[in-house]
């Protein structure tokens, strides 16, 4: 099924530590999913990609995990910014080439 | 990189009336467009996919006489607000599908629309 945020998540972290954000997908047959960044009053941004076939992924500064047997996605951030406090979601992609969001997380970065 | 604009970026409407929100891709053609909506502290809900020339498929629960989309060219597809309602008030984001697009991510979103209705 899909997932509803009723209410959103909030990890504090201080600037410099590093970050990691967890999702639950709801479709054990997804096999594409998406981290994005949404900024206040702004669209999604994407960050960082992964397949089914794959169980990590780096990018620059970010990494993806997929744990397939616990239907688990994770978004590491390292050496977390002021700038990258935004609310952070992941998105699976359906069979029919739908995205199904998150419930998102709030990140908060404390100077 | 795709990029895709929307238009307004904000309005503010009277109870009753129509608002009618434009997405546009900017530098591709977009056969499939898709209309999202987020309420305060929550998720992007899909509302309805777009497909040029032939009519939007609308998600469970929303109402298409109320929503009307219109994806007339491969540019640009448009939701109109019908009678809209303090209810309706929410952010409109819409994305859209560059079929040239070589990685998995084809999916390419626009910067949203504020709906405040009065």
């Known amino acids: 099924g899909e997932s509803v945020g009723l209410h959103l998540p909030t990890l504090s972290v201080q600037e410099g530590d590093n970050s990691i954000i967890n999702c639950a997908y709801s479709n054990s047959a997804s096999d594409y999913f998406i981290w994005y960044k949404q900024e206040s009053g702004k669209g999604p941004q994407f960050i960082i990609d992964i397949r089914s076939n794959m169980d990590k992924r780096q990018g620059q500064r970010v990494t993806v995990l ?20 935004a609310v952070y979601f992941c998105a699976e992609k359906s069979a029919t080439n739908k995205l199904i969001f998150g419930t998102g997380t709030l990140l908060a970065v404390q100077p | 990189g795709a ?49 040029e020339g032939s009519k939007a498929t609308y998600e469970q629960g929303v ?13 640009l597809s448009t939701l109109t607000v019908t ?3 303090p209810e309706d008030s929410s952010f409109y984001i819409c994305s859209a599908r560059d079929p040239a697009a070589v990685a998995y991510n084809e999916q390419f979103f626009g910067p949203g629309t504020r709906l405040t209705v009065l």
């Open chain 2, 83 to 85: 009678s809209a309602h």
């Open chain 1, 66 to 85: 997929l744990n397939k047997t616990v239907k688990h996605l994770s978004l590491q951030i390292a050496a977390t910014q002021p700038g990258d406090s």
């Open chain 2, 63 to 75: 109402e298409k006489d109320k929503f009307l989309i219109n994806h007339a060219s491969l540019t």
């Open chain 2, 3 to 51: 990029v895709v604009s929307q238009h307004p970026s904000r309005v503010i409407c009277k109870s009753g009336t129509s608002v009618k929100i434009e997405c546009r891709s900017l530098d591709f053609q977009a056969t499939t467009m898709f209309w999202y909506r987020q309420f305060p502290k929550q998720s992007l809900m899909l509302m309805a996919t777009s497909n």
